[in-house]
Every structure is written in C-alpha cells, then in structure tokens.
Nanobody
Framework: QAQLVESGGGQVQAGGSLRLSCAASGRTLSGYAMGWFRQAPGKEREFVATISSTGRTTYYADSVKGRFIISRDNAKNTVYLQMNNLKPDDTAVYYC????????????????WGQGTPVTVSS
C-alpha cells in the first residue's frame, strides 16, 4: 500500500504563493492518476486538481484555474501543487491522493490519502 506525506503548507498573505509536495513510499505512483483536494473546517472535502499517471493531462477546479499548477516527477515518486495568487478562500487542509477509479475529480474515486498539510491565507 502507498503511504503519502504532504508538506509545504503554512501561513501566507493574500496574493502570496506556496508550493506543496506529496511524497510517496511503499509503492510507485507511476501507474496512478493523482489528485489534490482541500477541506476547510465544517465543510466537505472538495476537488482541487488532478494529473494523469504520465503527467501529460491535468484538470482543475474552476476556483483555482489560472492560479494553481499540478505537476509530478515519477522518478522522485512525488506530486506537487504550485499555488499562486492565494486568496483567503483557499484556506484549508490540503490532501494528496492516488486514484483507483475514474473520473478523477471525484473524492470517492481515490484509494490512498495523505494526512494533509494546512494552508492559511490572511487578508
């Protein structure tokens, strides 16, 4: 089974940037589509972005299009989320996950989840 560990979260002012990383151990991620999700207190976990197993295809939630970039380095068994022009509404715990079913913008289609890394954006 894959173990996923997110890092790179923190506190930033609106308009700032952060780069999140998701490192895997236990098995290679090269055969999985990967996704980033986020969850604010009292709200349901929501889709942010997904990337195909090869990295050639990406898809984003409308709320982050043009601001966030998902990428992966299969040689390093790592997935990234570059977050630019952050807004207070981006405040949440961010999770990476490995998909086992499709389409890959659905929370229930992911098999392996990390513990999350918190992101706080101040106005």
């Amino acid at each position: 089974q894959a173990q996923l560990v997110e890092s790179g979260g923190g506190q930033v002012q609106a308009g700032g940037s952060l780069r999140l990383s998701c490192a895997a151990s236990g098995r290679t991620l090269s055969g999985y589509a990967m996704g980033w999700f986020r969850q604010a207190p009292g709200k349901e976990r929501e889709f942010v972005a997904t990337i195909s197993s090869t990295g050639r295809t990406t898809y984003y939630a409308d709320s982050v299009k043009g601001r966030f970039i998902i990428s992966r380095d299969n040689a390093k068994n790592t997935v990234y989320l570059q977050m630019n022009n952050l807004k207070p509404d981006d405040t949440a715990v961010y999770y990476c996950a490995a998909a086992s079913r499709y389409p890959a913008d659905v929370v229930g289609h992911y098999s392996y989840w990390g513990q999350g890394t918190p992101v706080t954006v101040s106005s």
